[in-house]
């Protein structure tokens, strides 16, 4: 994908098992780079200690967050010659600390901060969801102050309908102010969860600020009793997804970055080969 302006980067989520030690984060990045890509998106909860919950939960998802929390993320991603795309955090705490929020953010030279899926939030509450659309405002304001800005990356749970014809996603996009709150779309968990994906990134339009991606497929590591497979991340290119056609209008839409996030379903589960994979097709 070889458009000016655009970057292309890996969400740090993919790397808790190969980021340990300086030695493997300095290896690690190192390659990313000589894949092609420009930067990575780091998580909050990634580059300080972990808490035992979180490394609980993210273990089971397949994507241990690791010892990583102890490292100089700022030093290493320099060193690479990388640049830090997006600093994901959660809501909660930039509403408690947005000013530390923002000093990071600014520390690792982006002007951009994502709010994740809420974890344990009811997304089929329509009184629910318009609060955290007036949420997503205030702290989008907190961070215009400081010249950032906000953005939402959904998974597949905004798609619950609220009430009939109207989804959670209906609501964040209605809801909340275009010059205070925008959009990192993750057209795999919309396409997960049963919607047309390219629908939606036509909606949003120049709300688009940033593409996640990763192809969805299936990968069968073993004797299978039936053919029928699990579904899960795949390489870009080697899945299902019409990914030229989103690319079509990611491009269309002016997006600042793509970002690829692959879960756990890596070749040879070797997070560094599927990356290396899908460069491939980024950089074709």
């Not at 969805?216 to 990914?243: F, V, W, Y």
């Not at 269309?252 to 070749?267: D, R, T």
């Amino acid at each position: 994908m070889k458009s000016a302006g655009i970057k292309k980067a890996v969400q740090q989520i993919m790397l808790g098992t190969v980021t340990g030690s300086e030695a493997a984060a300095r290896m690690t990045l190192r390659s990313i780079k000589a894949a092609g890509y420009d930067g990575l998106e780091l998580n909050r909860f990634m580059i300080h200690p972990t808490p035992f919950l979180v490394r609980v939960m993210t273990k089971a998802a397949g994507m241990p967050t690791g010892s990583g929390g102890k490292l100089n993320w700022k030093s290493l991603v320099e060193e690479a010659g990388l640049s830090v795309i997006s600093l994901h955090a959660d809501l909660g705490s930039l509403e408690r600390e947005a000013d530390r929020v923002a000093e990071e953010a600014k520390g690792f030279q982006t002007d951009t901060v994502v709010i994740t899926g809420m974890y344990r939030f009811d997304y089929g509450d329509e009184k629910a969801v318009r609060e955290l659309a007036q949420r997503l405002n205030r702290a989008g304001e907190t961070l215009k102050k400081e010249n950032l800005s906000l953005l939402y990356h959904n998974h597949n749970v905004e798609l619950l309908q609220v009430k009939p014809g109207l989804r959670a996603y209906d609501i964040l996009l209605s809801d909340t102010d275009p010059e205070l709150v925008n959009f990192e779309f993750d057209s795999y968990w919309f396409t997960d969860g049963g919607a047309d994906a390219k629908d939606w990134m036509r909606r949003l339009g120049g709300r688009m600020k940033l593409w996640h991606v990763t192809d969805r497929g299936s990968r069968q590591t073993g004797p299978a009793m039936t053919p029928i497979l699990k579904c899960d991340s795949m390489e870009l290119g080697t899945g299902n997804m019409d990914l030229d056609g989103l690319k079509e209008i990611a491009l269309h839409n002016g997006i600042q970055a793509i970002v690829l996030e692959s879960h756990k379903n890596w070749i040879d589960r070797d997070p560094i080969k599927s990356l290396e994979k899908s460069a491939e097709w980024l950089n074709q």
